[in-house]
Every structure is written in C-alpha cells, then in structure tokens.
C-alpha cells in the first residue's frame, strides 16, 4: 500500500501551523505595540474581537463555500487572503487599522479547519481519522511553539521591527501555497496511490455526493452538540494564545526576551496532547470498542486534565504555572483532535466542511465573549483570577451537553 494520504497530512500540518503563527504574532508583541500605541486592555480586546467576529462570519461562510468548490482552491483560495491580511499589519498605526487587518485575517484563517477537516474525511478512513486530526491539528501548537521563537529573532536580533515580524510571517503562507497547488488532487485518479490505498481510503460504506442544504444541518442534534461544544471550549485557547504572553509578564516579569521559553514549554505539552489525544480514541476504536465509547473516553480523560487550570493563577512558582497550564493545553488539544473527528463520525462526507463552518463560527463567538470579558477583568478587577477559574469547568460541562445531545454519537439521517 502506498502512503500519500499522509502526505496530505503534513500538508495540513504545515498550513495549520502558518496559520497560527500569523494570528498569534499579535499576541507576542502585545507589550510592545501596547507600550508603542498606549493601547488599553479595553483597546487589546477590541482589536480580538475584530478578528473573532470575522472569524465568525468567515466560518459560516467558507464551510460551505469549500463543500462547493473543493478542497484544493477554497484551501489556496482562503490562504492568500489571511497571508495577505497578515501583511497588512505592517502598514497599520492606529486601533482601527490595526483592527482592520485583523478583520481581513480573520475571514481568510476561517477557511483552514474546515478544509483540513473536509481533506481529512476525503483521504481518511474513520477508524485513522483522529490520529490524522491529530496530527495537523498539532500544527497549532507548532505555530504557537515556532511564534515566540520567531518573532523576537525578527524584531530584536534582525532589527526589523514589529513590522518585519508580520511581514516575514505573513509571507509563509505563499509558500505554502506553491506547494499545494502542486500537490493536491482528490483520491479518484490519483496517481499518486495505488489500489490498496484507494480501497483503504474508501473502505467505509459508500455515500451520496449530493449537497446537503445549509438549512437542513442546523436541524441535526448533532450539529448542535458539536456547535455549542466549540461555543464553550474554543475561547479557552484563544484566550491562551491572545493573553498568556500578557499574563507571564505581569504576574512573573516576563518580557518579549524571556517569554519564550515558558511559552514554548506549554505548546510542547500541547502538541503531544493533541497527537496523544487522538491516538487515545483510534487506539481504542481498533481494540474493539465503540466509536461513541472511544471519542468520549478520550473527551473525558481531556475535560478532567484541564479542571487543575483554574488553580495556574494561584501559583507562586513560573514553572508550577508552566506545568498547570501546559497539561491544560494539552488537554484541550486532545479535546479539540476528538471533537473535529466526531463530526466526521455522525455526518456525511459532503456536509463536513459546511458542519465544522457552523461549529467553528459558534466557537469564534464565545472567543469575541472570551475577548470582551478578559478586557472587562483586566480593566477593573486587576486579576486574571476570574478568568482561569472559569476555564476549568467548562470541558465537562460541554461532554454533558454533548452526551445528552448524542448520547450514542450516531450518525445523522440527512437521506431521505
């Protein structure tokens, strides 16, 4: 059997992986434009909200538009545009321009999850598709990894400014997007596999290739499970991603130089969570049991690791905050690697990307909610007490509501 369904997936990967470089920049660099600009906390979150609410409106939109044109242009189609748009940012000097080229982000990085979630439905069978989820969902954390790394050496070792920093980054998403327009074709035909990789791709019972209509989805409980799921664990690493350079710094003195590691520390953590995550369930489903029994095993192992986190704000000692808050990124990227997969699970093929779309835009509200209430505390409590406290109990919460929705995870009957 040939294996170029996982070079589809490093494909995923590395697109993953740019595109959180690119939105996280601005949160590196948060104390330096804040001290540049004389940004309040309120001013931060307005410019996060931007980039949630187009985020929010670029995934209702792009889940179906990629479900109509393809993978391979609406993928290349939404990576020049948050490439472009990352770019941008070098131009900007105010809070509304800054916001601006947030906005524009935000509707181009949208169109990412639900094309690596379609392009994983399409070259994947269910019982490897959490493992392959994981694996370009790690991409997250590498990007999160690489960010800290990256854009101090840009802005501080190469004197480049923060301009340079999202002029370099946004400038690796074209290269990303030469190779992909190179590779990327469907399974049928492809020469790049073989019979027994084709019949290994395509050994779940046939589907109808007919569109499902957008109405129709929102209709489905299991739609709604996955949508208020990412409602309510989505804001979580937004909130790490956008606020924790903020945090290590003003509870432990951390500075553009010195964030690094301890950031860097935690994506680690996260990234085996994410692959470990999926591993868990497809391990599971292949041992004999159900997939409903081993997405939701590995969804509980994931809620009660992240319950600790609402002490990381207590602690005295950076590498005891390091080690809370990593097992909780972690955690939620197992989290976030089983819930993807589950809607690969219970939907068809053809309504995938449009499903993750409604998700991934409920998601991206409650992080505008997240932005709004971190910008609130901060402003006039002073403590980010508040805000951890919240983020520990809501994995479980969102398993409930999920196991009351879809208590057996079965498949929706959009077929007449």
Same mark, same amino acid.
Request: net charge positive; hydrophobic share 55%.
């Given at each position: 059997?040939?294996?170029?369904?996982?070079?589809?997936?490093?494909?995923?990967?590395?697109?993953? &992986?740019?595109?959180?470089?690119?939105?996280?920049?601005?949160?590196?660099?948060?104390?330096?434009?804040?001290?540049?600009?004389?940004?309040?906390? &309120?001013?931060?979150?307005?410019?996060?909200?931007?980039?949630?609410?187009?985020?929010?409106?670029?995934?209702?939109?792009?889940?179906?538009?990629?479900?109509?044109?393809?993978?391979?242009?609406?993928?290349?189609?939404?990576?020049?545009?948050?490439?472009?748009?990352?770019?941008?940012?070098?131009?900007?000097?105010?809070?509304?321009?800054?916001?601006?080229?947030?906005?524009?982000?935000?509707?181009?990085?949208?169109?990412?999850?639900?094309?690596?979630?379609?392009?994983?439905?399409?070259?994947?069978?269910?019982?490897?598709?959490?493992?392959?989820?994981?694996?370009?969902?790690?991409?997250?954390?590498?990007?999160?990894?690489?960010?800290?790394?990256?854009?101090?050496?840009?802005?501080?070792?190469?004197?480049? $400014?923060?301009?340079?920093?999202?002029?370099?980054?946004?400038?690796?998403?074209?290269?990303?997007?030469?190779?992909?327009?190179?590779?990327?074709?469907?399974? #049928?035909?492809?020469?790049?596999?073989?019979?027994?990789?084709?019949?290994?791709?395509?050994?779940?019972?046939? #589907?109808?290739?007919?569109?499902?209509?957008?109405?129709?989805?929102?209709?489905?409980?299991? &739609?709604?499970?996955?949508?208020?799921?990412?409602?309510?664990?989505?804001?979580?690493?937004?909130?790490?991603?956008?606020?924790?350079?903020?945090?290590?710094?003003?509870?432990?003195?951390?500075?553009?130089?010195?964030?690094?590691?301890?950031?860097?520390?935690?994506?680690?953590?996260?990234?085996?969570?994410?692959?470990?995550?999926?591993?868990?369930?497809?391990?599971?489903?292949?041992? $004999?049991?159900?997939?409903?029994?081993?997405?939701?095993?590995?969804?509980?192992?994931?809620?009660?690791?992240?319950?600790?986190?609402?002490?990381?704000?207590?602690? #005295?000692?950076?590498?005891?905050?390091?080690?809370?808050?990593?097992?909780?990124?972690?955690?939620?990227?197992?989290?976030?690697?089983?819930?993807?997969?589950?809607?690969?699970?219970?939907?068809?093929?053809?309504?995938?990307?449009?499903?993750?779309?409604?998700?991934?835009?409920?998601?991206?509200? $409650?992080?505008?909610?997240?932005?709004? *209430?971190?910008?609130?505390?901060?402003?006039?409590?002073?403590? *980010?007490?508040?805000?951890?406290?919240?983020?520990?109990?809501?994995?479980?919460?969102?398993?409930?509501?999920?196991?009351?929705?879809?208590?057996?995870?079965?498949?929706?009957?959009?077929?007449?």
């Amino acid at each position: 059997m040939t294996r170029h369904r996982w070079v589809i997936c490093a494909l995923l990967f590395f697109a993953t &992986t740019i595109n959180y470089v690119d939105r996280q920049v601005i949160g590196i660099l948060k104390p330096t434009l804040s001290a540049e600009f004389g940004w309040s906390e &309120t001013d931060y979150a307005n410019i996060v909200f931007c980039f949630q609410a187009a985020y929010a409106i670029g995934l209702l939109l792009v889940g179906r538009f990629i479900d109509t044109v393809g993978v391979k242009w609406g993928f290349a189609i939404a990576v020049a545009v948050w490439s472009l748009f990352g770019m941008a940012h070098a131009a900007a000097s105010s809070v509304a321009t800054f916001a601006m080229a947030r906005f524009g982000l935000g509707i181009g990085e949208a169109g990412n999850f639900p094309a690596a979630i379609r392009s994983t439905a399409n070259w994947f069978p269910k019982k490897e598709r959490a493992l392959a989820t994981g694996i370009f969902n790690s991409g997250s954390n590498v990007g999160a990894i690489l960010t800290p790394l990256v854009v101090p050496f840009i802005v501080i070792d190469l004197a480049m $400014g923060w301009q340079g920093a999202f002029l370099i980054t946004g400038a690796l998403g074209f290269v990303w997007l030469i190779v992909w327009l190179m590779i990327y074709r469907e399974p #049928e035909g492809n020469p790049k596999i073989n019979s027994a990789e084709f019949a290994h791709i395509r050994s779940d019972p046939v #589907e109808r290739d007919a569109p499902i209509a957008w109405g129709r989805l929102i209709r489905f409980r299991q &739609t709604w499970a996955f949508a208020i799921a990412k409602f309510l664990t989505d804001p979580i690493w937004w909130f790490f991603l956008f606020w924790l350079p903020d945090f290590f710094g003003k509870t432990y003195g951390l500075d553009l130089k010195t964030f690094g590691p301890p950031l860097i520390a935690i994506y680690l953590l996260a990234d085996i969570g994410s692959i470990g995550g999926g591993w868990l369930s497809s391990t599971l489903i292949k041992r $004999g049991w159900s997939i409903n029994d081993g997405r939701k095993t590995a969804m509980l192992v994931c809620a009660l690791c992240v319950l600790p986190v609402s002490l990381a704000v207590f602690a #005295e000692n950076l590498y005891i905050a390091i080690g809370i808050i990593g097992v909780a990124a972690a955690a939620h990227q197992g989290w976030s690697a089983n819930l993807f997969t589950m809607v690969s699970d219970v939907m068809p093929r053809r309504a995938v990307g449009s499903v993750v779309g409604i998700g991934g835009m409920a998601g991206a509200i $409650g992080g505008m909610l997240m932005a709004q *209430y971190a910008g609130y505390v901060l402003e006039n409590v002073g403590s *980010y007490a508040p805000i951890f406290v919240l983020i520990g109990s809501m994995y479980l919460v969102a398993l409930a509501i999920i196991h009351i929705l879809v208590p057996r995870l079965e498949p929706a009957r959009v077929d007449p």
